[in-house]
């Protein structure tokens, strides 16, 4: 029988998964969830304008999207203060981390990433081949100091740093990084993952000039403008980078009306700030939570807290089950030592309700074997 003649590279990989979604998991447990707090979603939601801009749009959903994102585009250069040459809009920065490997990563080529960190971008780079390098965590932090140097001895095209950092939270301030980048070396290209940037402090971008070649970044709608469904994600870069990346891209791939969804959510920067005092609520309400069970939470600058279980992965992956037994879907850490932990996203009261009465029966069942 005809068989489809794989490339080599293809027959070496696993077909394998980032992530186990939520949904996958209801229907392996055969019940919905009770609450939703393991995928760093927003679940209190878009701005209604955005909502209604989206259901307005649906009679239109017969066209393609504009291939160029033009309008959504321009907003953000305005709102970014650059120029809309600065910026690529993609398919969540999911989508944007594929193309930048492919741009950059051919079979053999060496990338640098701490080790446990966004798993995603680790499938990417497998996939074209590349040889994935690790540094371990410095005190639950990333380590840009280690980074760069670990790039500087294996020869690498591309680096990969969070900040604020998934799955730990945790993150350092924007002057910092740019001191530190000091040591990139020369041919490198650092891809800062900048997804939460919306929920740290003050001072945690990193100032730098849009032109900089040494870097990328990327930002997107899915966490604190709360539309991780619609795919918008984006990078700011420099001009002849992002135009790159009309070599590989899905020309077509943008959701009209996310497209549309996206401008509207960017214009109400009201909802935004409402949204983000709800988030740190919430992270007050998860520390509390954990502290009430003696547990440690972590510092936070995201929109989930990182919660430390004091003993080993082990347990902490019992702690998750016995959460997940209960309705409860939260994840946790990968890599040791930072799989001690499970990470809890945030969420509105009744959610946070349902962590709170779980979590002292799963820790009971995690200590009684």
Known sequence: MTQPRYTPLAHSLPASVPFVGPETQERQRGAAFTARLGANENIFGPSPKAIAAMQASLDEIWKYGDAESHDLRQALAAHHGVAPQNIMIGEGIDGLLGYLVRLLIGEGDAVVTSLGAYPTFNYHVAGFGGVLHTVPYQNDHEDPAALFAKAAEVDAKLVYLANPDNPMGSWHSGADLLAAMDAL?????????????????????????????????????????????????????????????????????????????????????????????????????????????????????????????????????????????????????????????????????????????????????????
């Open 185 to 369: 070396p020369e041919g490198c290209l650092l891809l800062l993952d900048e997804a939460y940037i919306d929920c740290a402090p003050d001072g945690t971008a990193l100032p730098i000039d849009i032109n900089d070649p040494r870097v990328i970044r990327t930002r997107t709608f899915s966490k604190a403008y709360g539309m991780a469904g619609a795919r918008v994600g984006y990078v700011l870069a420099e001009a002849g980078l992002v135009s790159a990346f009309n070599k590989v891209r899905n020309h077509f791939g943008m959701n009209r009306t996310a497209q549309i969804g996206a401008l509207a959510a960017l214009q109400d920067q009201a909802w935004l700030a409402e949204v983000l005092g709800r988030i740190a609520t919430a992270r007050n309400r998860i520390a509390q939570i954990a502290r009430d069970n003696g547990l440690t939470p972590l510092p936070s600058a995201t929109n989930f807290v990182a919660i430390d279980c004091g003993a080993d992965g082990a347990f902490a992956k019992s702690v998750l089950e016995g959460l997940v037994d209960q309705g409860v879907f939260v994840r946790m850490p990968f890599a040791a030592p930072q799989n001690r932990c499970i990470r809890v996203s945030c969420g509105p009261e009744d959610q946070l309700d349902a962590f709170a009465r779980a979590l002292p029966l799963a820790l009971e069942r995690a200590r009684n074997g």
